[in-house]
C-alpha cells in the first residue's frame, strides 16, 4: 500500500499577525524637563487654591454652627426651671421633661 497524499492549502496572500495595540497607560507629552517642572508648579499652585477655598468655606460652616449651638444652649438652660409646668414663653410643656 501506498501511504495517502495530504494536500496543504497555501494562501496565495501572506498570514497577516493582528494590529498591534497601543500600549496602555499616558503617553509622554514631548515636553521638555522646564516645561513639565513649570506645569508641575501651576497644577499645585491651583491644587492650593482649591484647599484653602475649602478649608474657609468649612471655617465659616463651623463658626455658624458654634453660633447656632450657643444659641440652642442658652434656650436649654432659660427653659431648664420652668416656674411652672407650662411655659408661656416657649409654648412647651415642662411636665414631660420632668416626669
Known amino acids: ?8 492549502a497555501i494562501p496565495s ?4 499577525s493582528p494590529p498591534t495595540r497601543k500600549k496602555p497607560g499616558r ?5 521638555s524637563a522646564e516645561d513639565r517642572v513649570r506645569m508641575n508648579r501651576e497644577a499645585q499652585r491651583l491644587s492650593r487654591e482649591r484647599k484653602n477655598k475649602r478649608l474657609a468655606a468649612a471655617e465659616e ?13 442658652a434656650q436649654l438652660t432659660s427653659h431648664s426651671e420652668p416656674t411652672s409646668a407650662y ?9 414631660e421633661l420632668n416626669a
Request: charged residues 25%; negative net charge; hydrophobic residues 35%.
Open 61 to 73: 460652616e463651623n463658626e455658624a454652627l458654634r453660633l447656632r449651638v450657643q444659641q440652642l444652649e
Open 87 to 95: 411655659c408661656r414663653n416657649c409654648e412647651f410643656n415642662h411636665t
Open 1 to 8: 500500500m501506498e501511504p495517502e497524499q495530504v494536500f496543504v
Open 13 to 16: 496572500t501572506p498570514i497577516q
Open 27 to 31: 503617553k509622554p507629552l514631548g515636553l
